[in-house]
């Protein structure tokens, strides 16, 4: 079966504290995996769209990293500004019908 | 224009009520979609359009009606909801359903139903 897996759930750092943001996936026929930033009350905003093992997208201090079985999103020297929800998703195609399968999120939280 | 436009941003409706949900775009994009997102959980498919047809129904209760009536516009009508019915719904839009394209979400509208 189909599966997106993010992890952890939640997580504080301090303002400059480094960490990484893991996406794990099953999916036969991967289309794309793609990076999304939500803030309370508001749509996912699009981040990057990684589309095969080893391709990388940086846009300020995100960084996201994509292997055969899962995707990391580095955050690096992070403000407080980027405490919001960060979703993966993958698009996989199955028997000619696509699927767009949301991981459950990573509630980060960055302390000033 | 690169958004999606969605209103109302807050409805409250009873349950005997009727409303709709609009949602705009103006990228070209062929096709939209409709989620639904309770707090903490990650958005929830319920309808697909691709090229102004009905492409994907998840199983979604009839009370939730949707309707395409250009490649820019689509609606979703209410009707006899439910309490549990109350999230955020969000619509999105991509340049097609297929090849691995991002999705612009609009910011959604908060319904509570009483």
């Known amino acids: 079966e189909d599966q997106v897996t993010q992890s952890p759930e939640a997580l504080r750092l301090q303002e400059g504290e480094s960490s990484s943001l893991n996406c794990s996936y099953t999916v036969s026929g991967l289309r794309g995996l793609f990076w999304y930033r939500q803030d309370p009350g508001k749509g996912p905003e699009f981040l990057f769209t990684?589309?095969?093992a080893g391709e990388e997208k940086e846009k300020e201090r995100l960084k996201a990293t994509l292997t055969k079985k899962e995707s990391f999103l580095h955050i690096t020297a992070p403000k407080p500004e980027d405490s919001a929800t960060y979703l993966c998703a993958v698009q996989a195609v199955t028997s000619g019908t696509y699927k767009y399968i949301f991981g459950t999120g990573t509630r980060l939280k960055v302390l000033a | 224009d690169t958004e999606v436009t969605q209103t109302p941003k807050h409805l409250v409706m009873g349950m005997t009520n009727k409303k709709s949900l609009k949602c705009e775009q103006h990228?070209?994009?062929?096709?939209m979609y409709w989620y639904k997102q309770k707090a903490k959980k990650p958005p929830e498919l319920m309808f697909v359009y691709s090229y102004e047809k009905l492409s994907i129904n998840e199983s979604v209760p009839s009370r939730f009606s949707p309707e395409c009536p250009n490649s820019s516009l689509l609606n979703l009508h209410l009707h006899a909801l439910q309490p549990e019915d109350s999230a955020l719904y969000l619509c999105a839009s991509s340049l097609n359903t297929g090849g691995g394209f991002g999705y612009t979400f609009g910011s959604g509208t908060r319904l509570t139903v009483v």
């Open positions: 990228m070209g994009h062929r096709a």
């Open positions: 990684l589309y095969s």
